[in-house]
């Protein structure tokens, strides 16, 4: 007689258990309320929304200013047409042009202006104090340590090339 446990049935479902429902419940609230709370800041203060904010922060990293469009669509979390519509308006402020490679002509990169990284410095202390104040100021140092590490795995699954990316970069910002 064979003990081992028979293979799960493909048809049946998963359900959540009412702790995971309700995990579930305040993951998809803060989901939903998050994005549009930090838009609204940054739009008011700025006249960015967060998508080009995200855009000129990354542009902002690397030392020349200049991030290829493809890899800028990733690190902004968008699709090439949203990140072309983007551009196209922080390139009609003004604050971001479009340039060859270096190395490669075909390929187009984006490259912050000063008068971005101008934008960018004076976004950024209003966007700080909306981030603290919605996520930071509630948790505990333990919690904030928590969340670092869950977003990590949930981004792990959901797009693992995103997850090195921000291994990457938090692997510079912790030193």
Same mark, same amino acid.
């Given at each position: 007689? #064979? ?11 998963? &359900?959540? %258990? %009412?702790?995971?429902?309700?995990? &579930? ?19 008011? @203060?700025?006249?960015? #929304? ?16 200049? =991030?290829?469009? %493809? ?15 983007? =551009?196209? *308006?922080?390139?009609?402020?003004? &604050?971001?042009?479009?340039?060859? %490679? @270096? ?28 981030? *603290? *104040? ?20 949930? =981004? ?10 921000? @291994?990457?970069?938090? *692997?510079?910002?912790?030193?």
């Amino acid at each position: 007689m #064979n003990s081992a446990t028979p293979p799960p049935d493909p048809d049946e479902v998963p &359900w959540l %258990s %009412s702790e995971e429902l309700a995990a &579930w419940i305040s993951l998809t609230g803060m989901l939903m309320t998050l994005p549009g709370a930090i838009d609204a800041q940054l739009k008011r @203060d700025s006249g960015l #929304n967060f998508f080009e904010y995200s855009i000129l922060v990354s542009l902002e990293r690397p030392e020349d200013h200049k =991030v290829r469009m %493809s890899v800028l669509a990733m690190m902004a979390g968008g699709s090439m047409s949203r990140l072309s519509h983007a =551009v196209s *308006r922080l390139e009609k402020q003004g &604050w971001v042009r479009r340039v060859a %490679s @270096d190395g490669e002509p075909r390929c187009i990169s984006a490259e912050l202006t000063e008068e971005g990284l101008a934008a960018l410095v004076a976004a950024a202390p209003g966007h700080v104090r909306e981030a *603290r *104040r919605l996520v930071f100021d509630p948790l505990t140092a333990t919690q904030v340590k928590q969340m670092q590490r869950i977003c990590r795995e949930i =981004v792990g699954v959901t797009d693992p090339a995103s997850a090195a990316t921000i @291994d990457e970069i938090s *692997r510079r910002v912790e030193g």
